[in-house]
Nanobody, 119 residues
Framework: VQLQASGGGLVQAGGSLRLSCTVIGSIFTIYDMAWYQQAPGKQRELVATITHDSTPKYPNSVWGRFTISRDNAKNTVYLQMDSLKPEDTATYYC??????????????WGQGTLVTVSS
C-alpha cells in the first residue's frame, strides 16, 4: 500500500491550499484517513480525520479553517486549508488506518508535503 501526497507549497498568511493524498494498491474505502502536521523540532500532530464512512473530525486548532474530504472514486483524501497562519507551516503527512476485519489497525503513511506560510 502506498500513499502519495501532494499540494504543498508557499502561500501568504490568509491564503489557501489544498492537499491531496491518493491511496495506491488497496481498497480505499476500508481506511480511516487522516492528516497530520509536523513543524520543525516538534512532534507530529493530528489536524483532521475522516472515517471510512466519511465522518470528519478536527482539533480546535484548525476548526473552521481546515476541511477534510474524500473521493472514494479517486482513492483520494483532501485537506482544504483556508485562512492559513504562519504557525501552520509544517510538513503535512497523510495517514491511512485499515478498518477491515482481517487487516484492522494496519497503518500507512504518505511521504509528506511541505506547507510554508509567510507572514
Amino acid at each position: 500500500v502506498q500513499l502519495q501526497a501532494s499540494g504543498g507549497g508557499l502561500v501568504q498568511a490568509g491564503g489557501s491550499l489544498r492537499l491531496s493524498c491518493t491511496v495506491i494498491g488497496s481498497i480505499f474505502t476500508i481506511y480511516d484517513m487522516a492528516w497530520y502536521q509536523q513543524a520543525p523540532g516538534k512532534q507530529r500532530e493530528l489536524v483532521a480525520t475522516i472515517t471510512h464512512d466519511s465522518t470528519p473530525k478536527y482539533p480546535n486548532s484548525v476548526w473552521g479553517r481546515f476541511t477534510i474530504s474524500r473521493d472514494n472514486a479517486k482513492n483520494t483524501v483532501y485537506l482544504q486549508m483556508d485562512s492559513l497562519k504562519p504557525e501552520d507551516t509544517a510538513t503535512y503527512y497523510c495517514n491511512a488506518v485499515s478498518r477491515q476485519y482481517k487487516t484492522w489497525g494496519d497503518n500507512y503513511w504518505g511521504q509528506g508535503t511541505l506547507v510554508t506560510v509567510s507572514s
